[in-house]
C-alpha cells in the first residue's frame, strides 16, 4: 500500500489531471465524498447541521499553492465572506487557511500580510485562524509567519498553527510553540516526505503523535488532537483521565466525511468535536490527499466514476 499512497499523492500534484477532474461534472460528484460543496453557501449549511449536533467546525476555502499575486488576493477575500458568515449566522466555528493559498510561494511578505488580514478580522469577530500545514518545504516558512503574527498583541487569541507528529523536528517545534503560548492541532500528516525529514513507518508516525499530544495535553492552552485514528483518541483519552486533565480543555477534530459515527460518539460521552469542513473549486489536491490516506477509497471512486 505505500506504493499506492505514493502514486496518489504523485498524482495530487498532477496540473493536467487536477483541471481535467475539477472541470468534469463527474469529478465534482465524485469530490462530495471528502467537499461539503462548490460554494460557502453549501459548507455554511453543512456547519450548521454539525452545530446543531454540539459539534464545531472549521471552514477551508480550498485552494494551494496560487502562482498570481491576484488568486492570493482573492483567496483572502474568500476568507473575509467566511469570517463575515460566520458572525451573521452565529456559527460555531473558525477557518482554516493554507499559506501557499495566500501566495507565500511567490512571496512570503504577501502571504504573511494575507494571513494577518485575516487574523486582524478574526480578532475583531471574536475568531480564530488556524494555519494549516503543508509539506516540508514550507514547514519553517509557516512557523515563522505564525510565530510573528501571534508575537503582536492584538493577534494572540486568534491564530494557531497545525504540526504533523510525522516530522521529526515536531518536538522541538511544540516547545517553542508551547513557549509563546500559540494553540496547536495536532495532526499524522497528509504529505510524503522523504526518511532525513520524516517517519516513515506507521508506528513510529504513532508513537510520536502520542508522545506530542501528551506534551499539548500538560499545557495550559487549549489544542485540538486532530485524528480519526481510536488508537490515538484512546491514548489521549487515557493521557487526560490519568493526569486529570478536563475534557473542556482540548478538542479532537475529524474531517468532513470521515467516520461521523465517531465524531457522534465523542460528543455523547461528553468531548469538544470539531469537524474540518471543506468547500469550493479547488478541490482535487485535498482529495487525493484523502484517498492517499486510504487507498481502499479508490475502489469507491473507481465504482463511482465509471458509473456516470
Ligand atoms: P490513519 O491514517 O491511521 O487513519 C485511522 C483511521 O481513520 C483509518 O483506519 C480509517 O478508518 C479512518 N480514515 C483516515 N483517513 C481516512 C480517509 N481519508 N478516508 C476514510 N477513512 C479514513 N494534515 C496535514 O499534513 N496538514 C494539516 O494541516 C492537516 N489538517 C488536518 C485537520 C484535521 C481536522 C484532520 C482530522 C486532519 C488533518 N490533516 C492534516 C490530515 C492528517 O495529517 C492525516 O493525514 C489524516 O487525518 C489521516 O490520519 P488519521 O490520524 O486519521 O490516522
Known amino acids: 500500500m505505500p506504493i499506492l499512497r505514493s502514486v496518489l499523492i504523485g498524482l495530487s500534484r498532477n496540473r493536467t489531471l487536477r483541471h481535467f477532474m475539477e472541470s468534469s461534472r463527474a469529478g465534482s460528484r465524485l469530490s462530495s465524498r471528502f467537499v461539503a460543496g462548490m460554494e460557502l453557501e453549501d459548507a ?14 472549521t471552514l477551508d476555502s480550498l ?49 504573511e500580510n494575507l494571513a494577518g488580514s485575516l487574523a486582524e478580522h478574526a480578532h475583531a ?25 501571534h508575537a503582536r498583541p492584538d493577534l494572540r487569541e486568534a491564530i494557531g498553527v497545525v504540526i504533523q507528529a510525522a516530522l521529526h523536528r515536531s518536538k522541538s517545534d511544540i516547545e517553542q510553540l508551547l513557549a509563546e503560548g500559540i494553540r496547536v492541532r495536532l495532526c499524522k500528516g497528509a504529505y510524503l516526505e522523504p526518511a532525513t525529514v520524516a517517519f516513515t513507518h506507521k508506528a513510529d508516525v504513532d508513537k510520536n503523535f502520542i508522545r506530542l499530544s501528551g506534551m499539548l495535553l500538560d499545557s495550559p492552552i487549549y489544542h485540538g488532537l486532530a485524528t480519526h485514528d481510536e488508537k490515538m483518541i484512546a491514548a489521549v483519552q487515557t493521557y487526560a483521565l490519568q493526569h486529570r486533565i478536563d475534557p473542556s480543555r482540548f478538542e479532537f477534530q475529524m474531517l468532513h466525511g470521515i467516520r461521523r459515527d465517531l465524531q457522534r460518539r465523542l460528543v455523547s460521552e461528553g468531548y469538544n468535536v470539531r469537524v474540518y469542513v471543506p468547500f469550493g473549486r479547488a478541490w482535487y489536491p485535498y482529495f487525493m490527499r484523502r484517498l492517499a490516506e486510504r487507498p481502499a477509497n479508490v475502489l469507491f471512486i473507481a465504482r463511482n466514476f465509471f458509473r456516470s
Open 125 to 149: 469577530t471574536d475568531n480564530f485562524v488556524r494555519i494549516d500545514m503543508e509539506d516540508s518545504s514550507l514547514t519553517q516558512a509557516t512557523l515563522d509567519i505564525v510565530h510573528r503574527l
Open 44 to 57: 455554511l449549511r453543512v456547519a450548521e447541521t454539525l452545530n446543531q449536533q454540539d459539534i464545531a467546525v
Open 63 to 111: 485552494g494551494e499553492s496560487v502562482t498570481s499575486e491576484e488568486e492570493a488576493h482573492q483567496a483572502a477575500e474568500i476568507y473575509h465572506r467566511v469570517l463575515n458568515a460566520i458572525a451573521e449566522r452565529k456559527l460555531k466555528a473558525n477557518i482554516s487557511v493554507k499559506l501557499s493559498q495566500m501566495g507565500m510561494e511567490i512571496s512570503r511578505e504577501l502571504a
